[in-house]
């Protein structure tokens, strides 16, 4: 449930990419039927739907094949980082493997065409990066991941407490210059109705869906 594959990219990043570079208007159209105490349709800024342009001009089925495949890279890329970074050997990399095979949020992420296994290929990216101290990097990629999912960029404060502060300016330059890329590119009106349809409604109470992975939900 919901019984169709993909439904998320078909019904939000896919008509999204259609949007961004057609008529930035009807980014945030609602799904007809949908229920109005509920998040529908495209949620993020309009910089994201960007990377999904090139997408929207395939049909609805080969983006959707090429959009799996590319979560399917995402998903086993981060595997293999985390592999590396823990240096895990033996039973360590099997039990590792079995915890992304069982991963419930995970695999309703893929199975929708969401964004989550992206944003975790960035942080495991952002680990790498803090191990091989290239903080700067680790900061951009905190960045690129709080833009699609606003409460990663706490991670900001933990890295103004370790006194990571080439983190901290690469996050801080990064989420700035990615947000004027979309004011620019998508006007201001765009991001007050972002606001408006997807933040503002749902900011004072708890969300109750089979899919919620949020604390209060």
Request: glycine share 8%; with cysteine.
């Amino acid at each position: 449930d919901p019984p169709e594959l993909f439904s998320d990219f078909s019904q939000a990043y896919y008509p999204a990419g259609q949007a961004i570079v057609q008529d930035v208007s009807r980014l945030y159209d609602r799904i007809a039927g949908c229920d109005e105490s509920a998040v529908c349709g495209f949620v993020n800024i309009p910089a994201i739907a960007l990377p999904f342009a090139p997408l929207s001009r395939l049909s609805l089925e080969r983006a959707e094949t090429a959009f799996a495949l590319l979560s399917l890279g995402c998903i086993a890329a981060s595997l293999y980082y985390l592999l590396a970074l823990t240096a895990a050997t033996g039973w360590r990399r099997w039990a590792l493997a079995a915890l992304f095979v069982t991963n419930g949020p995970l695999f309703y992420s893929f199975r929708e065409g969401n964004l989550t296994h992206v944003v975790l290929l960035l942080l495991v990216l952002a680990l790498v990066c803090i191990e091989r101290d290239e903080d700067v990097w680790a900061g951009v990629l905190v960045a690129c991941a709080a833009l699609i999912k606003l409460p990663l960029g706490l991670l900001g404060v933990y890295f103004l407490l370790k006194g990571r502060w080439r983190s901290v300016a690469g996050l801080g330059i990064s989420f700035l210059a990615l947000v004027g890329t979309s004011l620019l590119w998508a006007g201001w009106e765009s991001h007050v109705t972002w606001y408006r349809e997807s933040v503002l409604p749902f900011s004072s109470k708890s969300l109750a869906a089979f899919n919620v992975q949020s604390v209060d939900g």
